[in-house]
């Protein structure tokens, strides 16, 4: 299995069954946030690119996929932490990292795709005419979110800036965690979340943690990174890694996915009316029902998952190659078509189509002949 980082984890030094399953659900996962940032344009929230006409209705979608998806691919980064800490030593697995999320991120934030979205916010809103070479020594103004236009952030490059903070901040707890694994306090705590419904209950870390954050919404509690806070992310960074330091954890999590898919349901159905209609009695448990849907998400998609894509494909190893190049580009990408597309005279549903083809077939011309092909080019995004 692979983080969207790229890290092969298929082996251990103990020959680990290579786990499928997770392969397609970060693959499929990728194609999530492609889609989902090509409604960015569209929705009623602000973005680096408006289109001429906006949809309520793509608006709820999105607020749905927020409910789960980063958080997945958390979780599935920290499963290839626990692969890559079996095979690696401590000191390994941190250059690894680097050279997996560090290095991308710069090449990024600097050279030319995070300074090109920049640009075409400004000049799309009216903040900046002339061209992208009048604009790129401005970049450096000022820090982007506070006035001025540097993305430390990365803007969506700030998966790898956080997830590598993460792994560094977590290593000295995950190393204990595979030395631990087989004590008698560990043993006691698989043998309890395994128990009928009780892996449920892994929701309740989530859900303090929102509680939390929630009185800290214009700081630590901030949601602008793919609508969670970064300390929510870390608790499913922690999560992710521990379902993995035992094996049962993927027959009980597939066990539960029916019961996960309908609580999951049931749930994002009250947040949606919520959404819809305000209703007052709900926002105050808002944060809560959130985490416990966004828990029960992840358990659902692990699960059926684990059921029904545990099988070997000759895409597989292609796909998984690509995913981060696909990553770095993808949001570039959109954004320059989005900004070239939005005045025209087209419907939604067509300009979403036009948007997402154009956009698709770009990133994989780009990754095919000018990335995946060329040392330096592997390099710099991210893959051996």
């Not at 190893?317 to 320059?336: C, D, G, M, R, S």
């Not at 900004?339 to 990754?367: C, N, P, R």
Request: with cysteine; glycine share 8%.
């Amino acid at each position: 299995m692979q983080s969207i980082a790229g890290d092969k984890t298929s082996t251990t030094c103990q020959r680990t069954e290579r786990r499928y399953d997770l392969d397609w659900i970060r693959i499929f996962g990728m194609l999530i946030i492609f889609f989902y940032h090509c409604g960015r344009s569209f929705n009623l929230e602000d973005w680096h690119v408006k289109n001429n006409t906006l949809s309520p209705g793509i608006s709820i979608i999105l607020s749905v996929l927020e409910i789960w998806m980063m958080p997945l691919f958390f979780m599935i980064s920290a499963m290839s932490s626990y692969y890559s800490l079996t095979r690696r030593s401590p000191k390994q697995y941190v250059l690894e990292r680097f050279k997996r999320l560090i290095i991308p991120f710069i090449f990024g934030t600097f050279v030319i795709l995070v300074p090109v979205q920049v640009y075409i916010e400004r000049a799309s809103h009216g903040h900046f005419e002339g061209s992208l070479i009048d604009f790129y020594p401005h970049y450096f103004d000022g820090l982007y979110a506070l006035g001025g236009n540097f993305a430390w952030m990365g803007l969506h490059l700030w998966y790898l800036e956080f997830l590598f903070i993460f792994s560094i901040l977590t290593l000295p707890l995950f190393v204990v965690g595979i030395k631990k694994k087989s004590s008698g306090p560990f043993t006691n705590a698989v043998s309890f979340f395994r128990k009928p419904g009780a892996i449920f209950l892994m929701a309740i870390p989530l859900v303090l943690m929102e509680i939390f954050v929630g009185q800290y919404r214009d700081s630590i509690g901030l949601q602008a990174f793919g609508g969670w806070s970064l300390l929510t992310y870390l608790v499913f960074f922690i999560a992710g890694y521990f379902v993995s330091l035992n094996a049962g954890f993927k027959d009980t999590i597939e066990k539960h996915r029916t019961s996960a898919i309908f609580l999951a349901f049931g749930i994002t159905v009250v947040l949606t009316m919520n959404y819809l209609y305000d209703i007052g009695s709900i926002d105050k448990y808002e944060d809560v029902l959130t985490a416990a849907a966004s828990w029960s998400w992840l358990m659902a998609i692990f699960g059926f998952g684990s059921r029904h894509l545990s099988f070997d494909h000759p895409i597989l190893k292609y796909a998984n190659e690509a995913v981060l190049p696909f990553y770095i580009l993808h949001q570039t990408i959109i954004v320059i078509f989005g900004f070239w597309i939005m005045d025209w005279e087209l419907g939604v549903a067509s300009k979403y189509l036009l948007l997402s083809l154009s956009s698709f077939v770009t990133i994989m011309l780009v990754y095919e002949f000018l990335i995946r092909r060329i040392k330096l080019m592997r390099f710099l995004f991210g893959m051996k």
